[in-house]
């Protein structure tokens, strides 16, 4: 995964790809992380409410790269929708501004922006950390100017 990013360089590159490719990339909303990391189940991880052996890269989550560092892009088993490493490995940036809760978000899954938004919400948990902060609904904030090796994110592309 990419990492050491800001949010900022994030979107200067999602820019300039939707640029080079005539297609639209983004960075999906928190409600739209969130489904995609859910893929349809109710549980603590999207493979149950157990962290288990080697399902995600986290502190605790005993995979080769637990504590240690990122893991290759799909080392892991996918979710139900075929999606990789929504849990752990690297925290990924979302569109919204931070908000410590979902009072008064939007019904129609787009993302909560404001004019001072100096924080960030971060999803998915990192390999650097415990298997808490990978769980389907934990949620984190980070200021928008800051980079990390436990930091990256995840690109969406509009279908037309």
Do not use: M
Request: net charge positive; hydrophobic share 30%; proline share 4%.
């Amino acid at each position: 995964p990419v990492i050491n990013i800001t949010w900022d360089q994030t979107k200067n590159y999602l820019q300039w790809l939707s640029n080079f490719t005539n297609k639209t990339y983004r960075l999906p909303s928190e409600s739209e992380w969130e489904y995609i990391h859910k893929a349809g189940t109710s549980t603590r991880f999207w493979w149950g409410n157990s962290v288990g052996v080697n399902n995600a890269n986290c502190k605790d989550c005993k995979s080769n790269w637990s504590a240690k560092s990122t893991a290759p892009v799909g080392s892991f088993k996918a979710n139900p929708f075929g999606v990789f490493d929504t849990a752990g490995n690297a925290f990924e940036w979302v569109e919204d501004c931070w908000t410590p809760n979902h009072i008064n978000a939007n019904k129609n899954g787009q993302p909560r922006l404001n004019e001072n938004c100096h924080f960030r919400v971060i999803r998915g948990g990192s390999f650097y950390y415990f298997s808490k902060v990978s769980e389907s609904s934990y949620r984190a904030k980070n200021p928008f100017n800051i980079k990390s090796y436990w930091l990256g994110f995840r690109v969406l592309r509009e279908l037309e």
